[in-house]
Structure formats: structure tokens, C-alpha cells
């Protein structure tokens, strides 16, 4: 008989633990989507990649710069606005992205830094810097120095779409690539600079939209959108914002 009470208890005990347990309530740890634009999110560990090791570029020695207020506030060739505070860098052929650590060899001081431009413009300078990139490796004063560079992955949240003209649906060629389009025709310029580095056949058009005039920057006259494809998705997997439209006359 006192065992049988025993039990009965033991079975109430667990009953009402077993409620408890079940009311108690769940917490789960929410991610909710931001209206950052694609590019400029917060950064995420899951949003690096890095290629297989054979794939890693090597270290390597070479000129940097810095550049400063004259862009401050001026679109980059990623299509961000360039912002002298945050830790940023132009790099000639580098995938927009590219994360990169960058050691000054005179004092060993690093920074890690982002490529989302193209430059520098001057020979024998290999990397611009942001403004604070610079300043965290002691590289203001002296304005370039050697760095030692090191590959740490890409962001890939930098790699865009190809996209296609609606007003433009027709399947006759000939066909281009707009890769920039620019109010200040000294930022086209400075966009086809860029692009100069890589690519041939860049040029200039300028179009009137609700009476103020745009420069457009583009590249190549292709005879089908499928081979304008080709290099658009080359040029959208490295970052630009591309646009397939119908071929203009350069300016």
C-alpha cells in the first residue's frame, strides 16, 4: 500500500514537471532582413568565401596609397559612395569584395580592408587606400610605402545580376554593356578610367532624362544579347552593376 502511494506521487511529481517544461516559453534568435542596399549589409562570417587553397592568391609585396576628402562622398566603380572613414580600398583587377589584410613593412602595422574600387591612376602605385586604412598603418605622412598584401576571402554579397533594359525588349541587335551611368560626366570619366585597366572598346554616350543630361558608361557592340551575355556576366561576377541595352553612338 505504501509503495502504491509512493508511485502515485513520483507520477504527479513528473506530470507537473513535464507541464512546466512544456508551458515554459520558446526563445528563438531572430535575423530579420534589413533595407541595406546588396552591397552594404552588415557583414555576416557566412557571407565570405574563400576558393580552394590552390586558388588563393599568394602573398605579395607592393606600392600602396591613400585617398582621401577630394572623393569623399563620390561614387566608387562598385556603385557605393566612397567614404574616407571606413576601411576600404581600389585595387586594379581585384573582384569587388576581396578582403584583404594589409601589413606596412616599415612599421608592421595591419589593417583589413575591402576592395570596392578601381585605382590608383598614378604608375607605379598598385593600392589606394581609405583614408583610415591609411591612418591605422602609419602611411598618412609619408603618403605611399611598401605593403605586404594577404588574400583573406571574398564578400559575396558584392557579385550582382545581369540585367536587361525593359524599354529595350527587342531582339535586334547590335547590343552593348552599360556598366555606369553618371550626371557629373568627370565621374563617367573617371568609371571608364577604370574600367580601362581590363577591358577594351569602353566609351562614353550621353542621354537627356527629364532634362537633365546623363553620362553613360559602356562597353563593346555586340551582334547578339548572347555574346553581350558573356562579358556582362564576367563583369557582374566582378562586381559591376551591368545592364544589356541597345548599342548607342559614343559621345
Given at each position: ?10 507520477c ?6 513535464f ?27 557566412q557571407a ?27 561614387p ?5 559612395l566612397?567614404?574616407m ?15 584583404l589584410k ?16 578601381r ?10 587606400l ?13 603618403g ?20 536587361y ?8 541587335g547590335?547590343?552593348?554593356i552599360?556598366v ?8 563617367a ?21 527629364n ?11 555586340f ?8 562579358l ?19 559621345i
Amino acid at each position: 500500500m505504501k509503495s502504491e502511494k509512493v508511485i502515485t506521487i513520483f507520477c504527479f511529481l513528473l506530470a507537473v514537471v513535464f507541464f512546466s517544461a512544456s508551458c515554459a516559453p520558446i526563445h528563438y534568435e531572430a535575423y530579420p532582413e534589413t533595407s541595406y542596399p546588396k552591397a552594404n549589409r552588415p557583414e555576416t562570417k557566412q557571407a565570405y568565401t574563400k576558393p580552394p587553397d590552390a586558388a588563393v592568391p599568394k602573398s605579395k609585396y607592393i606600392v600602396a596609397s591613400w585617398y582621401g576628402s577630394d572623393f569623399h562622398g563620390k561614387p566608387t566603380s562598385s556603385g557605393e559612395l566612397y567614404n574616407m572613414y571606413t576601411k576600404t580600398c581600389a585595387h586594379k583587377e581585384y573582384p569587388f569584395g576581396t578582403r584583404l589584410k594589409v601589413t606596412n613593412i616599415s612599421n608592421d602595422k595591419s589593417v583589413e580592408c575591402t576592395v570596392n574600387d578601381r585605382g590608383p591612376f598614378i604608375a607605379g602605385r598598385d593600392l589606394d587606400l581609405s583614408y583610415a586604412c591609411a591612418k591605422e598603418i602609419g602611411l598618412i605622412g609619408t603618403g605611399t610605402g611598401k605593403v605586404r598584401i594577404e588574400y583573406l576571402g571574398r564578400d559575396a554579397r558584392y557579385v550582382k545580376e545581369v540585367r536587361y533594359s525593359p524599354a529595350r525588349a527587342g531582339s535586334e541587335g547590335p547590343f552593348t554593356i552599360q556598366v555606369g551611368s553618371y550626371r557629373d560626366m568627370s565621374n563617367a570619366a573617371r568609371m571608364k578610367t577604370a574600367l580601362e585597366f581590363k577591358y577594351s572598346r569602353v566609351y562614353i554616350t550621353r542621354a537627356e532624362v527629364n532634362d537633365s543630361a546623363y553620362f553613360r558608361v559602356n562597353i563593346g557592340k555586340f551582334s547578339t544579347k548572347d555574346e553581350a551575355y558573356r562579358l556582362a556576366k564576367t563583369l557582374a561576377d566582378e562586381g559591376y552593376n551591368i545592364l544589356i541595352k541597345h548599342y548607342e553612338e559614343r559621345i
